[in-house]
């Protein structure tokens, strides 16, 4: 039987199409998107214009598109195994017609969605005029939170449906972001830079496979090499906060040497108004007053960062071959600890971080069917922490004060501390060295099989600056992981079923050396090693049972080995360490649907709809501490600051996600999105066996219940011909949820309902492009991580600036 199935798999004979593709003046057109897109079947043209597809038998409609022409339509009838040839010549666009071609982007959209995998793509064509930042863009996509510690350069957490934290895989262009240091992160990359986001909940594809049980970001890069081109961006607002990048393709048609370079800065004095019900005031005597309106002090944050790439592109040896090298800085100020229970006055962080890169890509390599990608990374990376301010302060940077009259004893002064805990000046250099690869195999058409390695070294030491005589005492932390996975993929009847499983394995080393005294000049270290492994396998399938409808079903049995942040902490972000931390196993069952509608031109519906189950073994989460600096207050919930990776012994999570867009006459744009789930601790008994206290109740920090809408609206010849008006509206809900275990009115982060508006007006030439931005437009009182309170009402300009095919 298992016989005559392969036999019959391989008699099914793809028709193959075809040609060329040229431009108005009948030169070959590289990069032109090309495909048939009910099949979710697309390819791109070769530097001669060429271009290949295998199709199944039948009629298809194949189009072609390029950013700047019109999309061409042709209707053909293919037989089995027969090869015909369609050669397509395209047309330029008006210029107001530009906005409109997105078919190109919109496809290789559409073919990401319809693979099997719960994932949302979200492109950055529009993001990229206006004033929002990466994560903001994140957190308007269905099922995603950004958690952030307050503003610009705050500690960030993501969370995807209750899955949270290293759990998340966050990747750009395939290696983790980790990698790059905290100074070039997803929120410090201008939208500008980037070519799309792919959000992908529970199982993943190949090549992001890696120690991930949640889902995973992957942040793919502007690559497209077809035209040389400058772009420049600036924007000022609300907070004393500017920002400026700029971004550079260069490359040899005649060679395929290309270059590409992108910079960016950013600036922000955060201090902005608080009065939430988190904000106080303690007059002098130690009374309290709560909802105290005063601006955030001591919250300043300064970003810079290049990447630099020289290769090349589309040659015979190479798809893609880049060497590269990533620089960046950063300085932040620490307001307060993982909560505002106190404020910060002279704590501070600086990062650095260096970074060399190479990436190969090649399809066909040796022979047709085989392909490899490499990408390999090796970074420096330098935090500097000091806290040695001794005195407290109120938010307005007035002293603290024992009595009444307000004489200048204060509260809290010891020397030897600072602002959290003892003072301290330490300095962390951390290495590390990223390589991925995957060697994948068309076996036949629609037969795919892949195997990838991703190995990763991190080596850390701390040094404390502020004892010198204690300045050889290096604590020294090394993790080594290597996890392999192996995956087929299969396309089935017509390409209408479509399937990936996958099965990996894991080992992780950790080495850590500690000096723990000094003899006679002899420093003796304390030495601790682990060595785990772990097995993970599951799956996705996709099927078309009618015309743009899809159902989408994965599972996966999965693990989590704890990273350095688990093991180590972080002083700079307020995280200990906890060297007793478990690997977390997870078994997760996602089942979704999309359904597109386009009755007419002018009316397009898209739905789409998941529900999820997650059953969580160990699960790793990020919990408050309790600081126990002032002594008799050591369970005041008020004195949190710090928090720390614990396991959760067993979870479960049922929830769903749903999402609508329509496009109207290619001018209006609406969506609506919510998602909801419960996230509860499902641990029966306690070590007594008595009946545990925190049984079926909701994992605190994450918030369970979200809502998303925005519209957008065209305007076209607006005060000038040929000119086009976008105008934005954005609406956004999170239910209350809380912050820790404890139940109190306290600690719960009370309803958000933030409003934003937004307008911009490109120029008749489409070099220059003008937006405004006013986010929070009602003042709302929006909360984040641990009931961190974000900026209010903001306005914000930004000039953007596009100089094409220069030098061609």
């Not at 890069?221 to 260069?250: C, E, P, Q, W």
């Not at 390599?365 to 970074?379: E, K, Q």
């Not at 499983?501 to 000049?521: H, M, N, S």
């Not at 003008?770 to 930004?798: M, T, W």
Request: glycine share 8%; net charge neutral.
């Amino acid at each position: 039987m298992a016989i005559f199935f392969c036999l019959n798999l391989q008699a099914q004979q793809p028709a193959v199409v075809k040609g060329t593709v040229s431009n108005e003046k009948g030169q070959p057109a590289e990069k032109v998107t090309i495909g048939v897109s009910e099949k979710s079947n697309f390819t791109i043209t070769d530097a001669k214009g060429g271009y290949q597809l295998s199709l199944p038998a039948g009629k298809h409609t194949v189009t072609a598109t390029m950013v700047g022409y019109e999309s061409q339509h042709a209707d053909i009838e293919v037989a089995e195994g027969k090869t015909i040839i369609l050669n397509i010549r395209l047309k330029k666009s008006k210029q107001e017609d530009l906005e409109e071609v997105t078919v190109g982007g919109v496809t290789k959209k559409r073919a990401l969605e319809t693979q099997g995998f719960a994932v949302t793509v979200i492109e950055t064509k529009e993001a990229s005029l206006r004033n929002l930042t990466t994560n903001e863009l994140l957190d308007r996509a269905v099922g995603v939170r950004v958690r952030q510690n307050g503003g610009e350069g705050s500690p960030i957490e993501y969370n995807l449906n209750g899955m949270s934290g290293s759990t998340i895989g966050l990747f750009l262009d395939g290696i983790e972001i980790s990698t790059y240091g905290s100074s070039f992160n997803l929120n410090n990359i201008p939208p500008a830079m980037i070519e799309r986001i792919e959000v992908y909940k529970g199982v993943l594809p190949a090549h992001l496979s890696g120690n991930y049980i949640g889902g995973a970001i992957n942040v793919v890069m502007k690559k497209d090499a077809s035209a040389n081109n400058i772009t420049a961006a600036l924007s000022y607002g609300s907070f004393n906060t500017y920002r400026a990048d700029v971004s550079t393709l260069y490359r040899n048609q005649k060679n395929g040497l290309t270059g590409r370079a992108s910079g960016f800065f950013s600036h922000s004095d955060n201090n902005y108004e608080m009065w939430g019900k988190f904000s106080k005031y303690t007059l002098p005597g130690g009374r309290i007053i709560r909802n105290y309106r005063t601006r955030r002090p001591n919250d300043e944050f300064e970003t810079i960062g290049g990447r630099f790439e020289l290769g090349f592109t589309d040659v015979k040896w190479a798809d893609q071959f880049f060497v590269g090298y990533n620089i960046s800085d950063s300085y932040k100020e620490v307001p307060h600890g993982i909560t505002m229970t106190k404020p910060y006055f002279g704590r501070f962080n600086e990062y650095q971080a260096h970074v060399f890169s190479l990436n190969y890509t090649k399809r066909n390599l040796f022979v047709d069917g085989l392909a490899l990608t490499v990408n390999a990374v090796h970074s420096m990376r330098n935090t500097y922490l000091q806290d040695t301010v001794s005195l407290r302060y109120n938010w307005d940077g007035t002293l603290l004060v024992k009595n009444s009259e307000g004489s200048p004893e204060t509260y809290g002064y010891e020397p030897g501390r600072g602002q959290q805990g003892e003072a301290v000046i330490s300095d962390i250099d951390r290495t590390i060295s990223n390589i991925r690869s995957n060697l994948a195999y068309t076996i036949v058409s629609g037969h795919r099989v892949s195997l990838n390695h991703k190995f990763e070294n991190a080596n850390r030491n701390d040094k404390d600056l502020l004892n010198p005589a204690r300045s050889r005492w290096i604590t020294q932390n090394e993790l080594t992981t290597n996890i392999w996975a192996l995956n087929y993929e299969s396309e089935l009847f017509k390409g209408k079923l479509r399937t990936n499983v996958f099965g990996k394995y894991a080992v992780y080393l950790t080495d850590q050396t500690i000096p723990v005294r000094e003899t006679e000049g002899v420093l003796v270290y304390e030495n601790n090693k682990t060595k785990r492994d772990n097995r993970g396998f599951g799956g996705t399938l996709s099927y078309q049972p009618i015309t743009n409808g899809f159902l989408i079903i994965s599972a996966e049995k999965s693990f989590i080995m704890p990273t350095d942040r688990h093991i180590y902490g972080e002083p700079e972000n307020n995280l200990l360490p906890n060297p007793d931390i478990l690997p977390e196993m997870a078994i997760n069952y996602n089942l979704g649907a999309r359904y597109n509608i386009s009755r007419s031109t002018k009316h397009k519906w898209s739905f789409y709809a998941n529900a999820f189950w997650r059953n969580g073994y160990d699960k790793i989460i990020q919990q408050t501490r309790v600081d126990p600096v002032i002594e008799g207050r050591e369970n005041q919930v008020e004195d949190i600051q710090v928090t720390q990776f614990v396991n959760l012994s067993k979870t479960q999570s049922v929830g769903f996600e749903a999402e609508v867009n329509y496009i109207f006459n290619n001018r209006l744009n609406a969506m609506f999105n919510l998602s909801k789930f419960n996230s509860l601790f499902k641990v029966e008994t306690d070590e007594r066996g008595n009946p545990h206290s925190l049984y079926d109740r909701q994992v605190p920090n994450e918030p369970f219940f979200t809502v998303n809408g925005n519209l957008q609206y065209r305007l076209n010849n607006i005060f000038q011909k040929r000119s086009v008006l976008n105008l934005y509206y954005n609406v956004g809900y999170v239910a209350p949820f809380s912050t820790i275990w404890i139940e109190s009115e306290w600690f719960t982060t009370p309803a958000q309902f933030p409003n934003d508006l937004g307008a911009s007006y490109r120029f008749p030439t489409g070099k220059l492009v003008v937006s405004l931005d006013c986010k929070n437009i009602f003042n709302a009182e929006v909360y984040d991580n641990f009931g961190v309170q974000k900026p209010g009402r903001a306005f914000f300009i930004k000039l953007n600036y596009t100089i094409n095919n220069f030098n061609k």
